[in-house]
């Protein structure tokens, strides 16, 4: 069963718990720009990302977005799986930035693992405390950072990311990301070319002074 090591918890597990798992767990393949979960599907549950990429993020009132978390492979989630956080008071969407392969087990299952399980219990409490930090670092940034280092930062964390300095990103997509409007990240965008910092070509931003951002995101 390859699923079980991506899950960190398996080897504490009964044998009946394992079979259980086992035997709901469900295996998908979801294309680049598919949505997996919103506000208007159920619980999808515990995700483990087997390769690819997804990221989830929140909207606001008038339709905004912002990036909340970005999972790659071997990372697992509960931020689909509001029936087990029930305190959860916002509605979390995820979708696949690349061609993504995971596995979910249904939340009414992994909570009833919770209920059963301190190891089970410990970990969903590690990933609920994980997912809280990340939270509050977004916070920090968005109150106390100035736009365009977060820029910066975004556009360095994207390179490592993709390993290229040629990004195939659009503005829309960045301000998606980074909960503002597509016309805010390109002003600051044409400022970095005139700074020297990229090179912009449509639907591609070319990194071009890296040291010149790492100065901006340190200053």
């Keep these: 069963m390859e699923f079980a090591e991506y899950l960190p918890v398996w080897d504490k597990l009964t044998s009946e718990q394992q079979q259980r798992i086992a035997e709901v767990v469900e295996y998908r393949k979801v294309k680049k720009g598919t949505h997996i979960h919103d506000s208007s599907t159920e619980c999808l549950g515990l995700v483990m990302v087997r390769t690819g990429q997804l990221r989830a993020y929140i909207l606001s009132e008038d339709g905004r977005e912002i990036t909340i978390s970005r999972l790659f492979e071997y990372d697992v989630s509960l931020l689909s799986a509001s029936c087990v956080m029930p305190d959860m008071q916002f509605n979390v969407m995820i ?5 993504t392969e995971f596995w979910s087990i249904p939340a009414c299952l992994f909570k009833n ?4 399980s301190l190891a ?3 970990f969903a409490n590690s990933l609920i405390s994980g997912n809280f930090s990340e939270l509050m670092w977004l916070m920090e940034q968005i109150m106390w950072k100035s736009f365009d280092k977060r820029l910066a930062a975004f556009l360095l964390e994207e390179v490592s990311i993709e390993g290229t300095p040629t990004l195939k990103v659009t ?4 301000a998606g990301h980074m909960g503002t409007a597509r016309e805010v990240v390109t002003r600051m965008l044409r400022y970095f070319q005139s700074e020297g910092m990229v090179k912009l070509t449509r639907g591609t931003i070319e990194i071009a002074d890296e040291k010149k951002l790492k100065a901006l995101c340190d200053a």
């Design 95 to 99: 979708e696949a930035e690349k061609d």
């Design 113 to 116: 693992l919770v209920d059963e």
């Design 171 to 174: 503005h829309e997509k960045i």
């Design 120 to 122: 089970v219990s410990a």
